[in-house]
Structures are given as structure tokens and as C-alpha cells.
């Protein structure tokens, strides 16, 4: 088991809850919660990660969601085809009963860029899985097209692959961080709070660094022979003090439901 111990205080937003709250040290983000990007200057692994070059995460979508009543949820996703994106329920597309989501936008090509691309989607085009913390939402029209702006490949049916011990990127909404994907027994045993299922995929925060941030749904790719695929959505980040893995929906584990849920093809 992996211990770090810090003295950090800081202020992080919560992308599953509406509005901010002061975190000590001595507590994690909860489950299904992620921290703004920083960096504790008493935590040798922690890092911001690396600035991405233009058209560098092609699929990678920033998603608003707009509550009735409330603020704003923010959180990312991944786009699989021109009309639908990748992301998790539990912080993004679903909301408490007590919550009424008005609709949602998508930006395409990271937010704020001349090339960006922002398309609303309807709260009744988005579709929850019934169990896990997964979820689709349609695009009000299909995105244009461009070196910017890509579908990204999913798993093959035939992709029985664990990827344990391969070099994961994960991609947030300004920066990207590359660590070591290890086997779920190993993110249990690391994890005081989680218990890593086949519907679940870990990345060891002890191999490429702590990144501090990312947001939930944010994408975790792998790249083989034939490009790169989109295999895990993170829907468990942690205070980068306690150096926790970061956990993510395996995407491998619910292509049936994709398939079933979208205009999504899987080769096998």
C-alpha cells in the first residue's frame, strides 16, 4: 500500500455537486468528484501534465449542463460519432430528483479556440445506463467534420485486452498526463475507498505523475497498431496529496449498450 501524507489546504471546485466547497487534507474528493488543476508544492508526484498542440485530442468534448434552479454542471466527455458523445452519468448527465436538467452543450475542439464548435443537445437525448455510471447524450445536429474535431475508435468486440501495465493518456480540458494502467487487484489494494470491477479501469498515479485535475468523463486512451481507442471515461479523481489511482468506466465492458444506445458501429 502506497501512503502519502500532505499538508496541503486548498480550494477545489466539485464537478458533481453545484457550487464550491473548502476541502481539507485530511479528506479525499468523494467519490465521482474532480479538482480544478494544481499542483501542492509538497507532493513530488503531482503535476499539471502537458499542454496539447492543436488537433492533438480531436474527440475530446467539454460539456456544460445546464440545471434548472441551479448553476451549471461541467464535466467531458468523448465523441464516438458525429452525433454522440461518451461520458459518465453520476457528476454530468444525471442529476439528483430534486434537479430538472434544461439542456446541455458540447465543445468541440477545446473550448475558448477560434476552431471550437459548440452544439446544445436536449435532456431528453440523453440516455443513462440502467447500473453503471455511464452515459450517451445525441447532438442537436451532427458536428463538422475536420482535422479538429474527430470521432474517436472504441475497443473491437474481438478487444479482449486488459491493457494492465500499458501507458494510458489521460486527457482533460486544457492539459493531458500519461501514467501506467494497472490490473484492478492492484487499484483495490491501493484504494481505501473503491473496489475496482470488470466495469472499471485504474491508473497508477505512482507511474506519470498525480494529475491534479481533469474533470469527470474526462477520456483515458491507449494508442496499438491501429491508432488510438478510447478505453476508460474517469469517473473517481482524487486531492492530488493522496496520490489515490484514478479510476475510470471501462468502455470495453458496456459496448453492447453502446451499440444499442447510438448510432455507434463496432467492428469486430
Known sequence: MK???????????????????????????????????????????ATDGYTPFSGQFPFHAYLEVAIVNFSSIVCAGGLITPSYILTVASGC???????????GTA??????????????????????????NIALTRLDYPVTLNKYVQPIRLPKLSDSRTYVNMEGTHVGSYRYLRNQVMSNAQCTEEHPYFNATDAHICTDRYIGGAFCGGGLGSPLTIEDGNGVVLIGLANKIYYCEYNYPTGYARVSSFRNWI???SDYYFDY
Open 107 to 132: 465543445a468541440l475542439a477545446y473550448r475558448n479556440y477560434p476552431w471550437e464548435q459548440r452544439i446544445n443537445f436536449s435532456a431528453n437525448a440523453i440516455r443513462l445506463h440502467p447500473t453503471e
Open 3 to 45: 501512503i502519502f501524507v500532505s499538508v496541503v489546504l486548498c480550494i477545489v471546485v466539485v464537478a458533481a455537486l453545484v457550487g464550491s466547497i473548502v476541502a481539507s487534507d485530511v479528506e479525499p474528493l468523494a467519490d465521482d468528484s474532480a479538482a480544478i488543476p494544481r499542483v501542492p508544492a509538497g507532493n513530488r508526484l
Open 93 to 103: 448527465l444525471k442529476v439528483s430528483d430534486s434537479q430538472v436538467i434544461r439542456y
Open 259 to 261: 451499440q444499442s444506445n
